[in-house]
């Protein structure tokens, strides 16, 4: 009798965040850092591939929400550089998911009903051989759709991105494909990952999970220099539910409003600063 007033309950305000979360504006890049697989996994006593296949249960359903209220690109944090310090049975197995994931996406007929375009980011060539040809094939079945953006960061790292940017743009200056002068904000960031196509847009809103509020390394240029907006939430990744990723985009939506309301508070000090020196000229 509880649990059906408590799910009545959910439903009723999840419909409710729905409505007014809609109503708003959207943000067109979301990116996620998926953290607390294997903290899930030890709190029920399973073993840590657990987790991680429940989490990537979850990464379905994330990519769902996030196509169905308007978001235009989801970036998703798969696999840092840093993992690469955890057990070998750990990655192996973490890989092998991974590469299910694609080649089932490759196949499944919501991808391409719904136009998905799957890009892999981060140093490919630090994977292993059956999950760079399962990413290769995944982006190739999808390279021409346009209606969302996902981005797979595999082998990546923020800081090792901004290095590889910087020594592409250093080889082309040395063989005069490119000159100092041309160099700007946006040649920079047409350098990061991935190596082909359009690149990464700036973040508009960035969700971790699992209660650590901290970036991780993860998008420092299209993130944090964006000053986009962040969401910290304490469930862990598996247990991620609607509810906190309508949470995310509320949040996002009130520092959009707040920053709009500073924006109209210097507006209106700097036209009566004008009005005033206009007025002691006369």
């Not at 990546?156 to 494909?177: C, E, F, S, T």
């Not at 509810?243 to 995310?248: G, V």
Request: charged fraction near 30%; aromatic fraction near 10%.
């Amino acid at each position: 009798m509880m649990r059906s007033i408590l799910n009545l309950f959910y439903s009723t305000y999840e419909k409710s965040l729905s409505k007014d979360v809609k109503s708003g504006h959207v943000p067109e890049h979301i990116a996620i850092i998926m953290d607390g697989n294997r903290r899930f996994a030890n709190k029920l006593g399973k073993k840590t591939n657990y987790g991680h296949t429940r989490g990537a249960d979850i990464t379905e359903q994330v990519i769902e929400w996030s196509y169905e209220i308007g978001v235009k690109e989801l970036t998703i944090y798969a696999f840092s550089t840093e993992n690469f310090n955890r057990s070998t049975d750990e990655t192996v197995q973490l890989f092998e998911l991974i590469g299910k994931k694609f080649d089932h996406m490759r196949e499944s007929e919501r991808t391409h009903e719904k136009k998905i375009r799957v890009r892999v980011i981060g140093e490919r060539t630090l994977l292993p051989e059956d999950l760079q040809e399962s990413a290769e094939r995944i982006e190739k079945a999808t390279k021409d759709y346009d209606k969302f953006n996902l981005n797979v960061a595999l082998a990546y790292g923020g800081r090792q991105d901004i290095v590889q940017a910087v020594r592409k743009m250093a080889d082309k200056v040395l063989k005069n494909q490119l000159s100092l002068e041309d160099i700007d904000e946006n040649t920079i960031g047409d350098h990061f990952y991935p190596a082909e196509g359009a690149a990464v847009s700036n973040v508009d809103l960035i969700i971790r999970t699992g209660g650590n509020e901290r970036i991780s390394n993860f998008l420092p240029w299209q993130a944090n220099g964006n000053e986009c907006a962040a969401y910290f939430c304490a469930p862990f990744w598996p247990e991620f539910r609607k509810i906190d990723f309508l949470r995310s985009i509320r949040t996002y939506q009130s520092r959009l409003a707040e920053q709009k309301m500073k924006q109209k508070h210097r507006t209106t000090r700097f036209l009566n600063k004008v009005r005033k020196t206009s007025k002691s000229q006369y």
